[in-house]
């Protein structure tokens, strides 16, 4: 088991890159980071790695433009029933039950810059925030 404490910090060991296309903003990415549904967004997924090599996780990023600093984050936790893609990449039967951090990073004034769904096997991870 893996303890998460940190909502924002970075991942420690090895991480692969399973997505990087361009995607149109859904109703809730849009409301996470105030614009209007339908732009078009950055996007990436990450699936980051035990030492092991075994998935650990999922991080799927929206931000608009360039990728700017953010000085703080707001995170919620809830779960998640998962679909086939994220089933499969974490190792686990679809329809699967697993936490889902929704983090969103601020800049200095506090408008949100990324918006990204963590995604953590219910069998694999406490969260202590």
Do not use: F, N
């Not at 859904?26 to 998935?55: F, K, T």
């Amino acid at each position: 088991m893996r303890t998460l404490t940190d909502v924002d910090a970075d991942w420690p060991w090895g991480t692969e890159l399973t997505d990087s296309s361009p995607r149109r903003a859904s109703d809730d990415v849009a409301g996470r980071l105030d614009v209007l549904p339908g732009v078009l967004l950055q996007h990436e997924v990450v699936e980051c790695l035990e030492p092991g090599g075994r998935s650990a996780m999922l991080v799927e990023s929206w931000w608009r433009g360039r990728r700017r600093p953010h000085s703080s984050c707001v995170a919620e936790l809830g779960v998640v029933s998962l679909p086939e893609e994220q089933a499969h990449a974490l190792g686990l039967l679809v329809d699967s039950v697993a936490y889902r951090v929704v983090r969103t990073r601020l800049d200095a004034h506090g408008a949100p810059v990324e918006t990204a769904d963590l995604i953590l096997p219910l069998d694999r991870w406490t969260i202590r925030l």
